[in-house]
């Protein structure tokens, strides 16, 4: 099972970029879906999290303001809208499930996508 990632790319800082996540494999009804992001050198995080059944959304507290999910269970797609981007924001984002309930821990999510570069810089 994969999940595909898109959406990344260079932009400014202070600018935005919209993440999408989707699969054919299997419908998004029943399963959290989470984004993480790995920077060089560093281990991945949990960025936002939206759950199945009860909607609850989890952001870390760097981007929390800043970053909105979103999931359009009619297209399969859950969105990562960015907004006022900084450089630390520069990472690899993955889209990643579970069945149901969020976590911020990579280890406890089931199916991962591949990755898509954000890269903020002037």
């Known amino acids: 099972v994969q999940l595909q990632a898109s959406g990344g790319g260079l932009v400014q800082p202070g600018g935005s970029l919209r993440l999408s996540c989707t699969t054919s494999?299997?419908?998004?009804?029943?399963?959290?879906i989470g984004w993480f992001r790995q920077a060089p050198g560093k281990e991945r995080e949990g960025v936002s999290c939206?759950?199945?059944?009860?909607?609850?959304?989890y952001y870390t507290d760097s981007v929390r303001g800043r970053f909105t999910i979103s999931r359009d269970n009619a297209k399969n797609t859950v969105y990562l809208q960015m907004n006022s981007l900084k450089p630390e924001d520069t990472a690899v984002y993955y889209c990643a499930t579970r069945w149901n309930s969020c976590t911020s821990q990579a280890s406890r999510m089931a199916y991962w996508g591949k990755g898509t570069l954000v890269t903020v810089s002037s």
């Open positions: 494999e299997f419908t998004f009804d029943y399963y959290a």
């Open positions: 939206i759950s199945a059944s009860d909607g609850v959304i």
